[in-house]
């Protein structure tokens, strides 16, 4: 097994957390203050901390599984550090007792900003981003647990502010600046783990349903029973140019090892593979596991109406979606290019088996996916998740 890049020589790399109860807008923000990073040509990474903690049931010891996601959060910065980034943005809940355990991340010189907002303000966010039934009770309990906690560091309310405005004043208030360019020189980053266990990778086309059909999977595993985890590679390598997949992969043999010590012996992955080269990226830096690949395929037509959704800000809420935003003419190239993809991933026959989301639900496609690969044990039906 390749460690993490030791990084104990060089100088620490600036993180910004942002932190707070649901819906208080922090993923929204620390994107914008990625974005403003990246046009001004800094290299900045960005992890959504929810996506470091993705399995479960979650250990006995490690309520909120808080630890597990700080030792994930450790070797992504660390390979971010590595891959070129000179700062990184997170975002995401901490513990609102114990707050960041720092020392637990020693290579980041940290800065933590809780954001909050008025408990009206932040129940109407809530249901807006999770409807009329979400549970805002519970939303509002922890952000009274947090403002009564104590977290160390700066504290910015966004009651009645744009995420403009907000991202303005968490850079002013946090005096957060990213290192130097001096001696930031891109490094290799490798890393692998001899943790076995079965790896389902459901790869395809953009818009084909990769990741609302994987989370589909991985819940009717989880429902059946077994420890398992869920990794959207796409939300593990917000850093340096697009597409590194041995940043992923990296990043993916990190995750494993932790999810792997918690028990799990099944993990879900969904993301693109361009070619067999690719998916041998990902074999080698888990070479312990038996991975089964399973291509999602969709007709152009549907493809371009997914991909025109996902530019509405509709169906799978994914952090730092590119697509969210762009003009119309924008989309429907992307949707060709989607398309085109799809048609050479075809004539190639990249995976173990193909399955066809063109008229299918993302639950009906994870049945189909079970049923074709015996992957975990088939569940019952946990509710229909329509395909965008």
């Known amino acids: 097994m390749a460690d993490t890049p030791d990084i104990a020589d060089h100088a620490q790399i600036p993180v910004l957390w942002l932190c707070g109860p649901p819906g208080v807008g922090k993923t929204t923000v620390a994107w914008e203050i ?3 990073l990246i046009r001004e040509g ?8 929810d996506q470091l903690g993705m399995c479960f049931p979650e250990p006995a010891d490690d309520p909120g599984r808080y630890r597990m996601k700080t030792a994930n959060l450790r070797s992504v910065v660390a390979h971010f550090q590595a891959a070129g980034a000179r700062c990184v943005i997170v975002s995401g809940v901490l513990d609102a007792a114990r707050g960041v355990a720092a020392e637990e991340i020693p290579q980041a010189r940290l800065s933590v900003c809780r954001l909050r907002a008025d408990h009206d303000q932040l129940a109407e966010r809530f249901r807006a981003r999770q409807g009329e039934n979400a549970p805002v009770t519970e939303v509002l309990r922890e952000a009274e647990a947090l403002d009564a906690g104590g977290v160390p560091g700066v504290c910015v309310d966004t009651t009645g502010r744009t995420v403009g405005e907000t991202a303005e004043l968490v ?8 290192a130097g360019p001096a001696n930031r020189q891109r490094r ?3 890393r692998s783990t001899t943790a076995d266990g079965s790896v389902l990778w459901l790869c395809g086309p953009g818009g084909v349903g990769k990741s609302a059909t994987g989370f589909a999977v991985y819940q009717q595993i989880l429902h059946a029973g077994h420890t398992v985890a869920f990794v959207d590679l796409d939300q593990l390598a917000f850093c340096g140019p697009p597409g590194d997949h041995r940043l992923k992969a990296a990043n993916l043999a990190a995750l494993w090892e932790t999810y792997h010590a918690a028990g799990a012996r099944h993990l879900v992955i969904t993301g693109p593979a361009e070619d067999a080269a690719t998916v041998k ?6 070479p312990g596991t038996a991975f089964t690949v399973c291509r999602l395929h969709a007709g152009a037509d549907q493809l ?12 799978w809420p994914q952090p730092g979606d590119p697509l969210i935003g762009l003009p119309p003419e924008q989309l429907r190239r992307i949707a060709g290019a989607a398309a085109a993809q799809a048609d050479s991933l075809e004539h190639a026959g990249l995976g173990d088996l193909r399955v066809d989301t063109t008229t299918r639900t993302a639950q009906q496609a994870a049945e189909e996916v079970i049923a074709r690969t015996g992957f975990g044990v088939r569940a019952k039906d946990s509710g229909e998740v329509p395909l965008m």
């Open 188 to 190: 290799a980053v490798l």
């Open 281 to 286: 990226t990902y074999t080698e830096a888990l």
């Open 304 to 315: 371009a109406h997914r991909i025109m959704l996902r530019g509405q800000g509709e169906g």
């Open 34 to 36: 990625r974005s403003r």
């Open 42 to 49: 800094v290299d900045a990474g960005f992890v959504d901390i």
């Open 171 to 178: 850079g002013q208030r946090c005096g957060f600046r990213p």
